[in-house]
């Protein structure tokens, strides 16, 4: 689910299924069956399509607001994993 909510993000970001695949690296047709995928894995309409063109639904803003801030949690937690596994993590204690 981390992927999709990516693509999720990347789509209402950039209002669009295109330049969303263009900076996800997939193509257009794979970002939207994506969020086909997540919006039938969470039984909730994301967003509300019109032709080419889309709105993105209340709940759709929710999961937004939401998969953004857990991918952010999750891209600074493997910043850190890798910072300790490196060595470059230490240990600050302070005596009082």
Same mark, same amino acid.
């Given at each position: ?8 993000? @990347? ?8 330049? @969303? ?33 889309? /709105?993105? /639904? ?39």
């Amino acid at each position: 689910m981390n992927r999709q909510m990516r693509y999720f993000i @990347a789509v209402v970001e950039t209002k669009s299924f295109f330049e @969303a695949g263009e900076i996800c690296h997939i193509s257009q047709s794979a970002i939207s069956q994506q969020i086909k995928a997540l919006e039938e894995e969470l039984q909730v309409q994301l967003l509300e399509r019109h032709g080419r063109k889309f /709105t993105v /639904t209340p709940a759709g803003r929710y999961f937004y607001e939401q998969a953004k801030k857990q991918v952010q949690a999750m891209d600074s937690a493997v910043r850190e994993v890798r910072r300790i596994a490196s060595g470059e993590y230490q240990r600050l204690r302070v005596g009082v």
